[in-house]
């Protein structure tokens, strides 16, 4: 059974820094890993994707502030993220892509204060 779990997420001050970490483990082939977003009466949202061959993805309003980085002998991927803005405030989601489906994880939440 695949089992994806965040962590790393908290409270911070506009302009500071957190650092997601996501797992995946199990038997499982994984192809690209993203980071995903919720906030409140918003649809979730693409934030970043790191393919296994390391290419990487943002959405344009994290570009230059988040760095998404894996490490496949562990199936782990991270989500570096700076110069934080009230508006990342939202529960933050890992995917890691399979051969055959999506697997994701439970969410970490990520508040931003002003």
């Known amino acids: 059974q695949v089992q994806v779990v965040e962590s790393g997420g908290g409270l911070v001050q506009a302009g500071g820094s957190l650092r997601l970490s996501c797992a995946a483990s199990?038997?499982?082939?994984?192809?690209?890993m993203c980071w995903y977003r919720q906030a409140p009466g918003k649809q979730r949202e693409l934030v970043a994707t790191?393919?296994?061959?390391?290419?990487?993805i943002y959405t344009d309003s994290v570009k230059g502030r988040f760095t998404i980085s894996r490490d496949n002998t562990k199936n782990a991927v991270y989500l570096q993220m700076n110069s934080l803005k009230p508006e990342d405030t939202a529960v933050y989601y890992c995917?890691?892509?399979?051969?055959?489906?999506?697997?994701w994880g439970q969410g970490t939440q990520v508040t931003v204060s002003s």
């Open positions: 790191n393919t296994r061959g390391g290419y990487t």
């Open positions: 995917k890691a892509a399979g051969i055959r489906e999506d697997y």
């Open positions: 199990g038997s499982i082939f994984v192809n690209a």
